[in-house]
């Protein structure tokens, strides 16, 4: 069924959850539903071509679906956060599912810290559901544009983003066939620093399961690209010379990148934009250099960025 819904009074948190119709929808719907908040919405964005099968939860006032055709899930998330009625957005996909609770401490980190946007902790499983790892966000606090700039980024499924913020940052970009998650928050990060909680809000399944458009063979590509974005951006410079200040690794890390991204567009015969990136590394890294924690960050493939202060 279309959404015809006519507009309503605003509520305080909207789950937006893209689907083709896999059998993990009602599993993630209810997970949404089970949460507890007042003021919360379920909007079930179907891209899948055809309408769902009815089910239970279908009949929920808490539930809207509304039905696209065959898009990508950039459009889909858009056409649901314009959808939405809550002053926070979480975007959840329908092979992942929220755990008792972690929507409302997503909601409570965002409201206590005044943040835009909110990170929270969470679990990655297999295609068979099978733990993988946990992902601490405990630490994530702050300004992340440099984090995200050396590749450690957050799945959108136990984020939680002020519906406005989404919108002036301008939504996912659908050009992104994967990684609009990272995209999507390096330009949240690019304004805003971000508040996180401990607390383990979601289940996630790894990218590449069936039904998932993760391609694996254009990592690369997508990478640089929004690499290159951050760094041809106007305010990110500043953003990144205050996000290195808690870490002499990071700041190395950070140069790193901005050593690769001035050697592509070098190699790509963009001298103007290749001397930009190797003068952001020569201020980045400034009287850094002669810190070993530097040279780690600049030579080494760390994993984290997190210990050695500034």
């Known amino acids: 069924m279309t959404d015809t819904t006519s507009p309503a009074a605003p509520l305080l948190c909207s789950t937006v959850i893209p689907t083709i119709g896999r059998s993990t929808l009602a599993r993630s719907v209810e997970s949404a539903l089970a949460q507890g908040i007042e003021g919360h919405e379920v909007i079930v964005v179907n891209d899948g071509g055809t309408p769902l099968e009815p089910q239970e939860w279908m009949q929920d006032k808490k539930v809207r679906v509304i039905d696209t055709n065959r898009s990508n899930v950039t459009f889909v998330c858009n056409v649901g956060a314009a959808a939405a009625r809550g002053r926070y957005v979480n975007f959840l996909h329908d092979d992942d599912y929220l755990l008792p609770g972690g929507l409302c ?22 295609e068979e559901g099978q733990p993988l790892t946990e992902v601490d966000s405990s630490g994530a606090t702050g300004n992340l544009l440099a984090e995200l700039l050396v590749g450690e980024c957050p799945h959108m499924s136990y984020c939680l983003v002020e519906r406005e913020a989404f919108m002036e940052a301008g939504g996912f970009d659908p050009i992104m066939r994967i990684y609009e998650d990272r995209d999507l928050c390096w330009r949240l990060a690019l304004r805003w620093d971000v508040h996180s909680t401990p607390a383990r809000v979601a289940c996630v399944r790894v990218s590449g399961s069936p039904g998932s458009a993760f391609d694996f063979r254009t990592i690369g590509t997508y990478s640089r690209m929004i690499r290159d ?26 140069c790193r990148h901005c050593l690769f991204a001035g050697a592509l567009n070098l190699k790509g015969g963009q001298v ?36 050695v202060p500034a």
């Open 229 to 254: 974005r951050i760094l041809s951006s106007p305010s990110a410079l500043r953003r990144l010379q205050d996000s290195v200040r808690r870490s002499v690794i990071l700041r190395g890390r950070a």
């Open 105 to 126: 401490a997503l909601v409570d980190a965002a409201r206590s810290s005044g943040c835009r946007w909110a990170i929270g902790s969470a679990q990655v499983v297999d």
């Open 272 to 307: 103007w934009a290749a001397l930009s990136r190797l003068t952001w590394l020569v201020r980045l890294a400034g009287a850094y250099v002669i810190l070993p924690a530097f040279w780690k960050g600049l030579l080494l493939r760390t994993r984290r960025s997190s210990d």
